[in-house]
């Protein structure tokens, strides 16, 4: 079965400081691998994806992430954090292959420092 | 514009009681979800559903069940509630073709007492 690890719970960056949060991901084959983001009390809306390809995803609000699969994992990376950018980040992964589910990880806060 | 949204937001019930949860899409979405979202944050698939097959988590007691009156909605309905099932459920919906970009709505968060 597919999975995800988010191994940090919470990070506090300064505003203008580059991010990098952790994801790896336990899966047989290629996945589909996602960025979701949670502002307080919203949904989740998608930052970006990977199918395949170029292992270097860029998304919305200045967000990238790059698969390895060396190492399993699809790190999110943005080279300066706004305070807006303080929310919940979720990775999730998919078998793909019609497969509709969506397995997430945990989950990691992000706090700004203004 | 609303592209998903649920009703309602917040919902405090007891023990016992049968509640219904809705859930709305204007995006022209044919597959639709229902997700649970713990006091952890954890979030996990409890149902998937389009106007062919309805596909249920293994984990869902069967006191919950999706109802689907038409290809825009998808509601919730969980009978004899208990404790266990507080919670924020967030529904979904993706394009026909591309289940993987999933749009959420708002979420509702469930306090049973």
């Known amino acids: 079965a597919q999975s995800v690890t988010q191994p940090d719970i919470h990070i506090t960056v300064s505003e203008g400081a580059s991010l990098e949060l952790r994801c790896n991901y336990s899966y047989g084959a290629t996945p589909y691998l996602f960025w979701y983001v949670q502002s307080p009390g919203q949904g989740l809306q998608l930052l970006l994806k990977?199918?395949?390809?170029?292992?270097l995803v860029q998304g919305i609000k200045g967000f990238e992430a790059e698969f390895k699969r060396s190492q399993s994992s699809f790190n999110l990376r943005k080279p300066s954090v706004h305070w807006s950018d303080a929310a919940e980040y979720f990775c999730a992964v998919s078998s793909g292959a019609g497969s509709y589910q969506l397995t997430f990880g945990k989950g990691t806060k992000l706090s700004v420092i203004p | 514009d609303t592209a998903v949204s649920q009703t309602p937001k917040y919902l405090v019930t007891q023990m016992g009681n049968d509640k219904s949860i809705k859930c709305e899409q204007n995006?022209?979405?044919?597959?639709m979800y229902w997700y649970k979202q713990d006091s952890k944050k954890f979030l996990k698939i409890m149902f998937s559903?389009?106007?062919?097959?309805?596909?249920i988590n293994e984990t869902v007691p069967n006191r919950f069940s999706p109802k689907s009156p038409d290809k825009a909605h998808l509601n919730l309905h969980i009978n004899s509630l208990e404790l266990g099932d507080s919670a924020v459920y967030f529904c979904?919906?993706?394009?026909?073709?591309?289940?993987?970009?999933?749009?959420f709505g708002p979420g509702t968060r469930l306090t049973v007492t």
């Open positions: 559903y389009n106007n062919k097959e309805l596909i």
């Open positions: 979904a919906s993706s394009q026909a073709g591309n289940p993987y970009e999933q749009y």
């Open positions: 995006l022209g979405h044919d597959t």
């Open positions: 990977y199918f395949s390809g170029d292992t």
